[in-house]
């Protein structure tokens, strides 16, 4: 019992916090998917890049099952230099630091809107190629997607 009590002492603002909020008082490890965020990525795809530049556009879709909503924070690639992720309107391009992932919704990167930028490749992309895309979400954690490389009219569901 007396390490019970000393537990408890340490971990007292928590513990009041949480009950504050009605909730059980359940140790978290902090490092586990919260339940209400439930992610999955469909028709990932790189349309092969027109120019010699080795710049490139990427496109999928994020669902989210869950009952939370989440954020797209970060996107890294170990086959490139550099992905970002960039939303177009209809004359800019502009480069954000995140994309929000709706409760029971979708984040859709798809042509003509928001989308990744990848640059710096380390050999020269071809159609059939598969790029590792490591999306990094804020509650979801990294999910690695293996992105395969298009034609540059290819459509999702052609
Ligand atoms: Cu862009």
Same mark, same amino acid.
């Given at each position: 019992m007396a390490a019970g009590f000393t537990r408890v002492a340490l971990t007292g603002a928590v513990l009041a916090a949480v009950l504050t909020a009605g909730a059980i008082a359940v140790a978290n490890d902090g490092g586990s998917t919260p339940a209400g965020v439930k992610l999955s990525v469909a028709d990932p795809y790189i349309p092969l890049?027109? !120019? !010699?530049?080795g710049m490139a556009a990427g496109y999928l879709t994020v669902r989210n099952t869950g009952s939370d909503a989440d954020t797209l924070i970060r996107v890294t690639s170990p086959g490139a230099g550099s992905v970002t992720m960039h939303r177009s309107t209809d004359t800019t391009m502009q480069e954000v630091d995140s994309l929000p992932v709706p409760a029971g919704g979708t984040l859709q990167l798809a042509r003509g809107g928001t989308h990744l930028m990848i640059m710096g490749w380390q050999k020269p992309p071809t159609v059939g190629d598969r790029l590792e895309i490591d999306l990094t979400f804020a509650k979801g954690g990294t999910i690695a997607v293996q992105v395969p490389v298009k034609p540059l009219t290819y459509r999702p569901g052609s």
């Open positions: 890049p027109a !120019g !010699g530049d």
